[in-house]
Structure formats: structure tokens, C-alpha cells
């Protein structure tokens, strides 16, 4: 099941990418890095530790409707460790002496945006839907993968609404600073039978990157 997954994401992110390339001009590559916070509930029951700060890369590829409209497709990869609670039936993340099993993140975002160009930099506003696949890896209990896996592809738990805004800073006419921040919604909390606080999973983040026209 998890190699599957992970065939499944790659050959997705490389046909993207060679559809992409063979459609786009000017074609541009963000690659960036940051910290995400990550807001837990399951604390407040089962202890153990804050909210983690968790470090980030990714890279997105903007695509221009106009000189403002945009479309920007994006993939981040973080990890942290997680403990499966059988007796509640969810899955937190922990400090690694607590972990059951190293969770790996691949969170996707598809946002539409609008962009504001000024003399010196520009300034864009997006928002739209984004998705956390996380897939369970290795640690003190592999018996819990299964119900770890469950856990975070049931009730569409790895739907999400993000919203953010960044500084796009040109240094040379190919190659530009670029700063941002954003949150994600975990609307799925809606529906969801956990039990949670909506606010679960909540996440926070700063970036800094830089673009590349090609």
C-alpha cells in the first residue's frame, strides 16, 4: 500500500512536471524552505508535548493566466513523529521518544492568486485547496501502520483550505527573491468523527525561496 502511494505521487508530480515544461513560456520553478507550526488538540487528552515547529523545502511551479491572474502547484515534505491512540482511534504527533512510527508529509497545494505589481517588488494574495498525504514509514511499532494509514485517508482527513500571501523581490531578470506565509484550514474537522477540536491540525507557515524563469 505504501509503495503504491508513493508511485502514485511521483509519477503524478512528473507528468505534471514534463506537461509543464512542454507547454509553459516563460516556464518558472520556485524552490523554497521554511517552518511550519503544526496545532494539536489531541494534547489537551493525552499529554506529551506542544505544538511541533517543523522545518520544510518544496517547490512550486507559478503559471501566469495574465500579468496578475496565476495558478501555483506546489509540493512540501515534511516529517515528524506520530503515536496511533488506539483507545481514541486517532493518530498525534510526538516527540520522537513517544513515536510509534516517522510520519512522512507530502502536502500539496493548488491555490489560484492574484498578483500586484509595483516599481520594485510585487505582492500576491492566494488561496485555494490543499492536500496532507501522509504516509506512515518506520519506528518502535510497525504493527500500527495499518491504522495509522486508515486514519489519515478516512473522512478525507488529508483535505484542506489554505490561504496566503507573498513578496515576490526580482534580483537579476531570471532569478528573484521570493517571502511567504500562509495557513492551512483543516475543514475536513467538519465531518470528521475523531472527535477533535476543529482547530486540529491547524498549520501555520513561513517561507523564504527563490524563483527561476527559465
Known amino acids: 500500500m505504501i509503495k503504491r502511494l508513493f508511485i502514485l505521487i511521483s509519477l503524478i508530480l512528473f507528468s505534471s512536471a514534463l506537461f509543464a515544461l512542454s507547454v509553459v513560456s516563460p516556464f518558472m520553478m520556485e524552490v523554497e524552505s521554511g517552518l511550519t507550526w503544526v496545532h494539536s488538540e489531541a494534547y489537551g487528552t493525552n499529554g506529551n508535548d506542544p505544538d511541533p515547529i517543523l522545518y520544510r523545502i518544496g517547490v512550486a511551479f507559478p503559471l501566469y493566466f495574465d500579468d496578475s491572474l496565476f495558478i501555483r502547484p506546489s509540493l512540501t515534505i515534511i516529517s515528524k513523529s506520530w503515536e496511533y491512540v488506539e483507545a481514541k482511534g486517532w493518530a498525534m504527533p510526538v ?82 527573491l521570493t517571502l511567504k506565509g500562509d495557513t492551512w484550514i483543516p475543514i475536513h474537522n467538519l465531518w470528521s468523527s475523531s472527535g477533535l477540536p476543529f482547530s486540529d491540525g491547524l498549520m501555520v507557515t513561513i517561507n523564504a525561496g527563490f524563483r527561476f524563469i527559465f
Open 95 to 176: 516527540d520522537p521518544m513517544w513515536q510509534d512510527l516517522l510520519v512522512m508529509s507530502f502536502l500539496i497545494e493548488v491555490p489560484i492568486g492574484y498578483e500586484l505589481k509595483f516599481e520594485s517588488f510585487s505582492l500576491a494574495f492566494f488561496g485555494g485547496p490543499a492536500f496532507n498525504l501522509r504516509i506512515p514509514l518506520w519506528g518502535e511499532d510497525d504493527s500500527v501502520r495499518d491504522d495509522m494509514l486508515k486514519y489519515f485517508f478516512s473522512e478525507l482527513r488529508f483535505f484542506n483550505m489554505m490561504a496566503g500571501v507573498y513578496f515576490n523581490i526580482p534580483i537579476t531578470e531570471k532569478i528573484s
